[in-house]
């Protein structure tokens, strides 16, 4: 168990106007050591969306935290969560990132276990040894809101309700397009950026930089449209980009924070030809919400839901304080038309994947900022501008749709929404 306090590398002094944290969060081996066991293995981490593991059987391999483990549909539907280490040597026990297996067979010694709880249920030439005294070690909490699938080692965290808090509200946005549910679409863009991952979780809510650093999409997409007369679906909006749309941020509590834009042309959004089918359930508030505003919603520690041109998940794997693997999937609506689907997927493939005009800005710009965060002479980063904008609770906006964010502000380009980040890393990170 570590030790350490970190609380003070977060300098939060509301009465002096001044917050702040020292860029050795992004830096320090020891404070990565500590994210790892305090953040990763003991709050609710996003591991999968429940489309992914569809049949009795199918898994999905991936980590919480250092620990590896497998997220699984088990016989009688439910979703649970087995170590994916052999109870024997230790050994991972799938051969892939995804398959179906009722029973886990170790490729080492061929011990097997049962998918549904662990038990071991065959040991290769026992030799005395009792199956009855092996199993893999359960995770003890795994639960699903609408879907998406969240995990934790720790036996003790509070309900998944509670951890989501408000952002319930901001997910059900995405999770309610249709009434058929959403599915994660074949395939995966997986890459690796030099830099912290709190840098990442930091630039996916940063409409701040996105005049500077995506002006080269923007100015692309619209002169692409304009030569190729794209209108409707086949268009790209990228009104956002002005900042001239009614725009503004919200600070869901928990570390988790959304921001929001007015779209220029909702109709080019896959999603406008659910509009007849959709809106009289929601009403014309959440319509308004879900299909007239992207919006980025980022859920502490590891999740972006990401709801623009296009739709994405887009997880986050810190592999140490200066590198992360980022796995991005394109998120759609069962029972949209082959047009909306070939729109939503040209739409990601432009702007989400490692080959797209904005994630290679986005890593070169994060990258450059890992390599500075290094220099001692100044070692904080202030986070002050857009504090005129802010209010505790919600504003005008978040009343009309039902949410109650610890604070809004009324620009998306702020930083104040860091704060709620950064407080959550505080209070996770703080001994006692």
Known sequence: MLQSNFAGLVDDRPEDNLF???????????????EMERIFEQSWTYVCHESQIPKAGDYYATKLGREPVLINRRDDGSVG????ACAHRGALLNPTQRGNSRVLVCRYHGWSFSANDGRCVRIKDASGEDPACYALRKVPRVESYKGFVFATLNEQAPPLAEHLGAAATII????DQSGEGMEVLPGVSSYIVDGNWKLQAENGVDAYHVTTVHRNFANTVKRRDQLLGHKG????????????LKNGTYDLGHGHTVIWTMRGDPAAAPLWEAKDEIEPKVGPVKWDWMCGRGRNLFLFPNLFLMD?????????????????????YCLARKGESRAARAARLNKFRDFFLGS?????????ALEDTQSGAHASAEPWNVFRRGWDGYSQGPDEEAKALGLNPVAS?????????????????RELMSDG
């Open 172 to 175: 059900d946005l995405l999770a």
């Open 20 to 34: 702040r944290v020292h860029r050795r969060i992004y830096t320090g081996e020891d404070v990565f050591a500590a």
């Open 233 to 244: 679906l086949k268009s790209t909006d990228v009104g956002r980009f002005s900042g001239a």
């Open 308 to 328: 623009q041109s296009s739709t994405q998940i887009r997880v986050l794997i810190p592999l140490s304080p200066s590198r992360t693997e980022v796995k991005v």
């Open 409 to 425: 502000n009324s620009r998306w380009d702020p930083e104040t929404h860091y704060v709620g980040q950064y407080r959550r890393w």
């Open 81 to 84: 969560g087995l170590l994916n």
């Open 356 to 364: 797209g005009l904005a994630t290679t800005d986005d890593s070169a």
